[in-house]
């Protein structure tokens, strides 16, 4: 979502500030802004509603320079998109700050700022922190211990970079339930909310933990936590490359990251099996403790994560025997459950910095409710670092908006870990080695689905006037359904429902007509027939049907139904297999309609606010 940028060095920064905001572009955003200190000690801004092009193209009429600055891409929560809701925010011409996260006492406090002569231009929350900051350093605190005196009232989450009039050499972070960082240079520090951010200055990271304020010079940094006291946080090397945001000749991220699939899925193998099992040490030094001692796993995770762990749940019961209950982490943190000994909190997010699953998994650690295990992308995050243990899906960094090779990461790592619980639940070995020999073939079997990229293209074209559709699966290919619904809709704007195949009469069916196309999973497994009764009810409605189907499947094409035969494989990874054509053809489909298909609108890459 939000994405913030902050640098205090000997030279103009103003460039490393928008190409920051470039970088962080694919978190999507709908306004941004820039506020540097000049040469003249002025506090100077320059803001834009729209894409970044439009505030470097206002920065061009109007130039700023300066030595320290922060800049931010605003993704609207609340106020509309307009400049004057753009960050940064000003008080008074003396203290500039970017925002990241909500504040939910913000009404009282702008009642109480506005009382004191306080005038508000926007209509967001972030702007009383501006106010607020100010109001402390003309009672007399300084920088450091004026954001410090603010952040202890607000309520709320929050990630904070703080400038100030006159001083061009101090810039101010803070952090509660927001990501931030320090980059970490020679002669030159910098503030972001993301890695991807920075990586053209520095790999060298430091991770702020919640409640720490810090405060960077051209020549030091300094960290407090939430107490005050001053402490020593550990530098990191990221293994990110600058490069990582080339899209490599491809039209789009999001499809040069449906095709990087297969190597993404031997990275999530690498190192993880050996002599045909799978190695426990994956997940941890302390997994053989807690692996004993679990009965039951609940997944908590959103969007596309949500449906990966739908999936896993066939696999956790069907292959581990252990009981799996899958839950909406924005539902999950907010109602009452029941505490049961030996549970496993499984948490999925690609960026690791998901508001709603960060805070349901810190819930469940207040409840003591068992032991978490983190399936994650990004290994510097939040819930990586929260977590008790972690596997990483290695999946490389992912900028379209619509998750594609994060979610068939997120299966392999799901089915990893259910092989390893089912061998505490009576799994046999010769199953096992069943399960991995299919795991390592699934690379080339993704790599041969990718083939039908024109096949898929061609067939896109009936989805140019179309403003509604059905996807329709039954066992674990359901999930693959909902997230092939999820897609389309997400992309290309076009009303889409998943549905059980078995519930059409129950309901869906009503929906059916030739202008509605009904799209349907069939690999060869034990519901096929059950599935195939279920497509003569859409065709017996005048349904038009588009079947992605096992060659042996035997689902006949016909004028009303088009069958496209995918490569054949095991019932345990077709799950991961079917869902590469529901991607090509939301991504298809999206190109027809003229959207804008890595940043579709409304929609934030990192959802770090609830």
């Known amino acids: 979502m939000c994405g913030i940028v902050g640098a205090v060095a000997q030279r103009d920064v103003v460039p490393i500030l928008i190409e920051g905001l470039r970088r962080l572009e694919y978190r999507g955003y709908d306004s941004a802004g820039v506020s540097v200190i000049s040469a003249e000690g002025e506090l100077e801004r320059r803001r834009a509603a729209g894409k970044i092009a439009s505030l470097s193209k206002r920065i061009e009429d109007a130039p700023i320079r300066g030595h320290i600055g922060i800049a931010h891409t605003r993704w609207a929560t609340h106020g509309e998109p307009t400049e004057d809701n753009a960050h940064p925010h000003v008080s008074r011409d003396n203290v500039a700050v970017v925002h990241n996260g909500i504040i939910e006492n913000h009404e009282a406090l702008r009642g109480e700022l506005t009382q004191r002569g306080y005038v508000f231009t926007s209509q967001t929350d972030s702007e009383v922190i501006a106010h607020m900051i100010e109001d402390f350093c003309d009672q007399g605190a300084d920088l450091l211990e004026a954001v410090q005196r603010a952040v202890s009232v607000l309520d709320g989450a929050y990630a904070l970079g703080v400038i100030r009039k006159g001083q061009s050499d101090r810039l101010i972070a803070a952090r509660r339930g927001s990501p931030l960082l320090i980059g970490v240079g020679v002669g030159e520090h910098f503030i972001a909310s993301d890695v991807m951010a920075l990586i053209p200055v520095t790999q060298q990271f430091i991770f702020l933990e919640d409640g720490d304020t810090a405060e960077l010079t051209r020549t030091g940094v300094r960290i407090f936590d939430v107490h005050g006291n001053a402490v020593e946080r550990p530098i990191q090397t990221s293994g990110i490359q600058g490069d990582v945001a080339d899209r490599s000749g491809y039209r789009h991220y999001m499809l040069k990251e449906i095709f990087e699939q297969p190597a993404a899925v031997s990275e999530t193998l690498e190192g993880r099996i050996h002599n045909g099992r799978v190695l426990e040490s994956a997940f941890g030094y302390r997994v053989a403790d807690i692996f004993d001692k679990i009965e039951r796993v609940v997944v908590v995770a959103c969007g596309t994560s949500y449906h990966a762990g739908l999936t896993a749940r066939y696999w956790f019961?069907?292959?581990?025997?252990?009981?799996?209950?899958?839950?909406?982490?924005?539902?999950?943190?907010?109602?009452?459950?029941?505490?049961?000994?030996?549970?496993?909190?499984?948490?999925?997010?690609?960026?690791?910095?998901t508001a709603d699953t960060l805070a349901a998994l810190k819930e469940t650690q207040r409840l003591g409710m068992g032991h978490s295990l983190a399936i994650c992308n990004v290994p510097e995050s939040s819930l990586v670092r929260a977590s008790d243990l972690v596997l990483m899906t290695h999946a490389g960094p992912e900028i379209g908006v619509a998750s594609t090779k994060a979610f068939t990461t997120q299966l392999v790592a799901l089915l990893l870990l259910a092989i390893v619980l089912g061998r505490r639940h009576g799994m046999n070995e010769e199953t096992e080695a069943s399960i991995v020999r299919d795991l390592t073939t699934l690379p080339g079997a993704i790599e041969n689905t990718l083939k039908l990229n024109g096949t898929i293209e061609k067939l896109s074209e009936q989805f140019a006037d179309k403003h509604h559709a059905l996807f329709l699966g039954r066992g674990s290919q359901y999930p693959v359904a909902m997230e092939g619904a999820l897609k389309l809709k997400e992309i290309s704007y076009i009303h889409a429902e998943a549905y059980p195949a078995g519930e059409l009469k129950h309901g869906p069916l009503a929906l059916v007509d030739a202008e509605m196309p009904v799209i349907a999973v069939a690999p060869n497994n034990e519901l096929l027939e059950k599935l195939k009764s279920n497509l003569q009810e859409v065709r017996a409605r005048g349904g038009k049907l588009i079947v992605f189907a096992d060659a042996k499947a035997n689902v006949n094409p016909s004028d009303d139904v088009q069958v496209i035969s995918v490569p054949q494989v095991s019932d345990t990874i077709a799950p991961i297999v079917y869902t590469i054509p529901l991607q090509l053809l939301a991504y298809h489909a999206a190109i027809l309609k003229g959207t804008d298909v890595d940043q579709p609108r409304n929609l934030a890459k990192s959802v770090t606010v609830e």
Do not use: D, M
């Open 317 to 353: 019961e069907g292959i581990a025997g252990v009981p799996c209950t899958v839950e909406v982490a924005s539902e999950f943190r907010y109602r009452k459950t029941v505490q049961l000994p030996g549970t496993l909190i499984v948490t999925i997010s690609q960026s690791g910095e």
